[in-house]
C-alpha cells in the first residue's frame, strides 16, 4: 500500500490538477461524474503539465452535503486505478480513512484530507502504516457549517497553532516528517480577507512548516475580488463565475512559487504549469 518514497520531485513547485467526481462541486460539479470522462479530463490534465492528478468525490463547497463512503469509494476507485495504470501520480482527496486506504490499493501515492485528520480521527494511523505522503489540512468542521466557524483574532498566528497541532498529532501517530505537507486551507472557514492575510503570510508558513500546498483555484476570494459592476445601492457586485478566474488563480501560483510553495492545486493546469516554470528560472538566475 503506497509507497515510502517521494512521489514526484521536479525541483520545483509542483502542480496538482482537480479532478471531481462529484455532481456538487462550486466548480465544475457534474461535468467528470462518469469515470471515463474523469479519466479523459486527468490525462489531459497530465498532457497540460500537470505532476499529481487529485481525484476526489466529495464536494467541500460551502453548505455541501456529504455523501456516503459506499458513493465516494464508487466515484473514485475506478478514476484512481485507471489513472495509476497510465503512469499519472495520483491523490486521493478524501476525508476517510476506508477511501484513502482503498485508493491507496488502487494506485494512488498521496493522500489529500482537508479535514487534517480531525474529520476521521483514523486518517494518521492509516497514513503512518502505508508510508504515504499527505497533505494535511487547516480545517475546522463540516462544509454544511464551515461558514459559521470563520472568526479570528488574528488568522495567521490561528492558523499555525490549529494546523501544526494536527501536524503534530500525524507524527504522534507514527507518521515521519517527510510524508506530510501543509495546506492553509484557503476557503475552509476562511472569508476573503482570512485568505488574502495567508496567502500575503506564505513565506512565514513555508518557514514554519517546509512543504505547503496551496488550493486558492477559483475560490470564492478571487471571484469577489474580480466582481463585475456595483451591486444595487453601491454593493460589491456580481462575483465573478468559477470558470472565469483561471488568470487570476495563474496569478497566485506565480506568487506562491515565488514564496517558496511545495505545490499548488489548480483546476486548469497550463498556465499555472507555465507560472512555476518561469518563477524556478527567475529563482534559478537571482542566485
Request: aromatic residues 4%.
Given at each position: 500500500?503506497?509507497?515510502?518514497e517521494?512521489?514526484?520531485?521536479?525541483?520545483?513547485?509542483?502542480?496538482w490538477?482537480v479532478?471531481n467526481?462529484?455532481p456538487?462541486?462550486f466548480?465544475?460539479?457534474?461535468?467528470?461524474l462518469?469515470?471515463?470522462?474523469a479519466?479523459?479530463?486527468?490525462?489531459?490534465?497530465?498532457?497540460?503539465?500537470a505532476?499529481?492528478v487529485?481525484?476526489?468525490?466529495?464536494?467541500?463547497?460551502?453548505?455541501?452535503?456529504?455523501?456516503?463512503?459506499?458513493?465516494?469509494?464508487?466515484r473514485?476507485?475506478?478514476?484512481v486505478?485507471?489513472?495509476?495504470?497510465h503512469?499519472?501520480v495520483?491523490?486521493?482527496?478524501?476525508?476517510?480513512?476506508?477511501?484513502?486506504?482503498?485508493?491507496l490499493?488502487?494506485?494512488?501515492?498521496i493522500?489529500?484530507?482537508?479535514?487534517?485528520?480531525l474529520?476521521d480521527?483514523?486518517?494518521?494511523?492509516?497514513?503512518?502504516s502505508?508510508?504515504?505522503t499527505c497533505?494535511?489540512?487547516?480545517?475546522?468542521?463540516?462544509?454544511?457549517?464551515?461558514?459559521?466557524?470563520?472568526?479570528?483574532?488574528?488568522?495567521?498566528?490561528e492558523?499555525?497553532?490549529?494546523?501544526?497541532?494536527?501536524l503534530?498529532?500525524?507524527?504522534?501517530?507514527?507518521?515521519?516528517?517527510?510524508?506530510l505537507?501543509?495546506?492553509?486551507?484557503?476557503?475552509?472557514?476562511?472569508r476573503?480577507?482570512?485568505d488574502?492575510?495567508?496567502?500575503?503570510?506564505l513565506?512565514?508558513?513555508?518557514?514554519?512548516w517546509?512543504?505547503?500546498?496551496?488550493?486558492a483555484?477559483?475560490?470564492?476570494?478571487l471571484?469577489a475580488?474580480l466582481?463585475?459592476?456595483?451591486g444595487a445601492?453601491?454593493?460589491p457586485g456580481?462575483?465573478?463565475?468559477p470558470?472565469?478566474?483561471?488568470?487570476?488563480?495563474a496569478a497566485?501560483?506565480a506568487?506562491?512559487?515565488?514564496?517558496?510553495?511545495?505545490?499548488?492545486?489548480?483546476?486548469?493546469?497550463?498556465?499555472?504549469?507555465?507560472a512555476v516554470r518561469?518563477?524556478?528560472?527567475?529563482?534559478?538566475?537571482?542566485?
Open positions: 500500500m503506497g509507497s515510502c517521494e512521489p514526484v520531485s521536479t525541483g520545483r513547485t509542483l502542480v490538477g479532478v467526481t462529484t456538487d462541486s466548480s465544475d460539479g457534474g461535468r467528470h462518469r469515470a471515463p470522462a479519466v479523459e479530463h486527468g490525462l489531459a490534465l497530465v498532457a497540460q503539465g505532476d499529481v487529485d481525484v476526489g468525490g466529495e464536494s467541500t463547497r460551502p453548505g455541501a452535503a456529504r455523501p456516503s463512503e459506499a458513493e465516494e469509494l464508487s473514485v476507485l475506478p478514476v486505478r485507471a489513472l495509476a495504470g503512469g499519472v495520483v491523490s486521493v482527496d478524501t476525508m476517510r480513512s476506508g477511501v484513502a486506504a482503498a485508493a490499493e488502487a494506485g494512488a501515492s493522500v489529500n484530507d482537508v479535514s487534517g485528520g474529520a480521527p483514523a486518517m494518521a494511523a492509516l497514513v503512518a502505508s508510508g504515504a497533505v494535511v489540512g487547516h480545517w475546522r468542521g463540516h462544509s454544511a457549517g464551515m461558514n459559521d466557524l470563520a472568526v479570528y483574532d488574528d488568522v495567521v498566528a492558523v499555525r497553532a490549529e494546523l501544526g497541532a494536527r503534530a498529532a500525524f507524527e504522534a501517530a507514527g507518521v515521519r516528517r517527510d510524508q505537507v501543509a495546506d492553509p486551507g484557503l476557503g475552509f472557514a476562511k476573503a480577507e482570512h488574502w492575510a495567508l496567502l500575503a503570510a513565506p512565514e508558513l513555508v518557514g514554519a517546509g512543504r505547503v500546498l496551496v488550493g483555484s477559483r475560490k470564492r476570494f471571484g475580488l466582481a463585475d459592476g456595483a445601492g453601491g454593493g456580481v462575483p465573478r463565475p470558470e472565469q478566474r483561471d488568470d487570476a488563480t497566485v501560483t506568487l506562491a512559487a515565488a514564496a517558496g510553495a511545495w505545490g499548488v492545486r489548480v483546476h486548469a493546469v497550463r498556465a499555472s504549469a507555465d518561469v518563477a524556478a528560472r527567475w529563482a534559478e538566475a537571482a542566485a
